[in-house]
């Protein structure tokens, strides 16, 4: 099973910048379309940002305009940058495979906005 290990998290103020990281354990990660989801209090999880094995992203509208995703294949790790955060953007995130979920979820990342 391939273990996914976020990290980059923590507490920000409106307007703040954040890149979180999700490591894959096994090279096999180079093959997938990654995705960052997301999952608020209260409310189910959600695709923001999936990027394909070349580096082509796409994004929730949520996300769009604030957030990018890159990734590295040599070492097995999507980014996420998130750029004017927002308190709407207070959530636990993860990252997994962007089309069907194939691996187990993490811990997630805790990213929370506030002033």
């Known amino acids: 099973q391939v273990q996914l290990v976020e990290s980059g998290g923590g507490l920000v103020q409106p307007g703040g910048s954040l890149r979180l990281s999700c490591v894959a354990s096994a090279s096999i990660f180079r093959i997938y379309t990654m995705g960052w989801y997301r999952q608020a209090p209260g409310k189910q999880r959600e695709l923001v940002a999936r990027i394909d094995p070349r580096g082509s992203a796409d994004y929730a509208d949520s996300a769009k305009g604030r957030f990018t995703v890159s990734r590295d294949n040599a070492k097995n790790t999507v980014f996420l940058q998130i750029d004017n955060l927002k308190p709407e953007d207070t959530a636990l995130y993860y990252c997994?495979?962007?089309?069907?979920?194939?691996?187990?979820w993490g811990q997630g990342t805790q990213v929370t906005v506030s002033s």
């Open positions: 997994n495979t962007g089309v069907t979920i194939s691996w187990p």
